[in-house]
């Protein structure tokens, strides 16, 4: 009987060891998922945070790619409208010799005239033989000469016509770039807009950011820490070294 009386004593000892075991054991497994609860909600706003993140560089990303080549673009426009100009301005000694030829031509038509108008005097009406051939001979050089003057007249419209087709041709190219440039810079100026508001958006971001990973540093909650980490979190100046890698926009 005194065996049987140990061992009841011994097992009755091994039921309350186990009875304390299981309450220390479950007070720890209560905790347990209190505290993974408790780091998870910490975490998994700066987890969404990082996404938005994310989402506004996709946003920014084809924009700054937009911006660049419309700069692109419009550097190369600038060169042909320069290219261009430098043209319009070569045409400048042709429109000068015309403007001289036109000048000693408008001087023989005077003169011209003035002939005609001292023939049309002097050889009107019924003339003595003589000075009827002197009119002849100068009724022959007013007509030669008319010849020349239309031959000139003819050249110098030939030559009016071509420098007008330049003068224009390099004149519509200007305004065609021109247009063309000032499209490129609305366009450029809306992208711009836009991605000021990217970059608004992300420091409506960091802001929340701050104070996540403030908090999660307070607690030492190494999930949280790690996520801010991998921002680029500076813990003692409470801010992001490098919250996107997209450049800033132009002020």
């Not at 030669?144 to 000139?152: F, N, P, S, V």
Request: glycine share 4%; charged share 30%; with cysteine.
């Amino acid at each position: 009987m005194s065996l049987s009386f140990h061992n009841i004593h011994y097992a009755i000892k091994l039921c309350r060891l186990d009875l304390v075991l299981g309450a220390v054991l479950a007070g720890f497994i209560a905790h347990l998922p209190h505290s993974a609860e408790a780091q998870q909600n910490r975490a998994e706003p700066i987890r969404l945070a990082i996404a938005e993140v994310k989402a506004e560089e996709a946003k920014g990303r084809p924009l700054v790619q937009r911006m660049s080549a419309l700069v692109k673009d419009n550097e190369d426009k600038r060169k042909a409208y320069d290219a261009t100009d430098r043209e319009l301005k070569a045409l400048q000694p042709r429109l000068d010799r015309y403007n001289a030829s036109l000048a000693k031509y408008d001087a023989a038509l005077g003169e011209y005239s003035k002939r005609v108008d001292a023939y049309n005097a002097k050889c009107g009406g019924t003339l003595p033989p003589d000075q009827y051939r002197a009119c002849l001979a100068d009724k022959g050089d007013l007509a030669g000469r008319k010849i020349e003057l239309d031959r000139d007249k003819a050249v110098l419209e030939a030559d009016r016509h071509a420098i007008e087709i330049d003068l224009k041709s390099r004149t519509d190219r200007l305004a065609a770039i021109s247009k063309e440039m000032t499209a490129n810079l609305q366009a450029w100026e809306r992208a711009q807009k836009e991605y000021q508001a990217v970059f608004v958006r992300i420091d409506a971001i960091k802001k929340r950011l701050v104070a996540d990973c403030a908090a999660g540093d307070a607690a030492k909650d190494p999930f949280a820490v790690r996520l801010c980490i991998g921002l680029g979190w500076d813990g003692e100046k409470k801010d992001f070294t490098a919250l996107t890698d997209l450049p800033a926009p132009a002020k």
